[in-house]
């Protein structure tokens, strides 16, 4: 009776490994290319940030799972796995690339609001255009999704300087982004901040 068991404990556990390792750079990959970001203690960390942290531990974890169960994986599984670790990889290097030439500031909005729900803004500049994208952040820390965006003319930040409103209610907030006379929001600029 003990034979039958180890032998389904051995059956199952390179599925586990192989679920798990997969997993872990499947979440890293789709990060990588999402509107995620992450606030611990006040300070944010983008998308590609996120996805790089999620990408060193599944490789880590695959690679330690690798050396506990050995190597009974099958081609199609290797191939998927570096797939995913390129496309992982790419998206990362995309996204701090992109924040490095835009130019991109990160402000975490005060006050918060109901439920501990907090507005969180991208601005970039580049060239004659400046945009910014707002974030509704809840306890956890996390955006999956971009709350709404706009976009400035002559590369102007208005939540850097100051030219913007944040008003909460009981169901969650509205930001309202102004540019000034010479450098006016020529799209978007109002966003409901819900962190739902």
Do not use: K
């Amino acid at each position: 009776m003990d034979e039958p068991r180890a032998m389904r404990r051995e059956r199952v556990a390179p599925t586990v490994r192989t679920a798990v390792g997969v997993g872990g750079i499947c979440l890293a990959a789709v990060a990588s290319w999402s509107s995620t970001l992450l606030v611990v203690r006040g300070q944010v960390v983008p998308g590609w940030g996120v996805s790089a942290v999620l990408l060193g531990l599944a490789v880590v974890l695959r690679w330690g799972l690798h050396r506990v169960g050995g190597s009974a994986r099958s081609r199609w599984v290797r191939v998927g796995s570096r797939v995913l670790i390129g496309v992982a990889v790419f998206g990362t290097v995309w996204g701090a690339v992109d924040d490095l030439v835009s130019d991109a500031r990160y402000y975490v909005l005060r006050p918060v609001g109901p439920g501990g729900c907090t507005a969180v803004v991208r601005e970039t500049s580049f060239l004659v255009i400046g945009n910014g994208e707002a974030y509704a952040v809840g306890r956890t820390g996390l955006a999956l999704g971009e709350a709404g965006s706009w976009t400035v003319d002559d590369g102007y930040r208005p939540v850097a300087g100051g030219t913007y409103t944040l008003d909460w209610g009981p169901d969650g907030g509205l930001l309202q982004v102004r540019g000034t006379s010479t450098d006016p929001v020529v799209q978007g600029g109002l966003t409901d901040i819900d962190c739902g």
